[in-house]
């Protein structure tokens, strides 16, 4: 995200932008990417307040370590099927998500955009995917 690097100042829009495109709730960024309050990110993203860079670099950070997670966990089901179909948790709550083997430290939001991009990944070589509930017998 070179704007940042610039100088250039970056809307509200484009921050609302970027946080959804990471799966992010208001709320969510609020306490992991800013450690401010919802009403505060609404202020960036309606255009009261300035975006802070520390809260683009957080975004910056959060989704370099998304990316290489999903990455991982690629690389490693390719290792073990050729084809699949392999399972993929989702969680309901963000208190599952903590409390399971798939908790990395990432809001639940983003833990979703990753099964996202995780089964976009797998298909494009050809390995089958089925998003389950984690946690409910089907």
Known sequence: WERRMTGVVVTGAEFDSRRRALGLSISE???FCAEVEATTVNRWINGRASVPPEALGKLDM??????MAVGRRVEITADETMSGPVRVHRYRTQEALSASDDAIGIPLGGHEMMTVWLVEKLAGLGITSEVVWANEDH
Do not use: D, I
């Open 62 to 67: 959060l989704e370099e370590f998304m990316r």
């Open 29 to 31: 960024t609020a306490a």
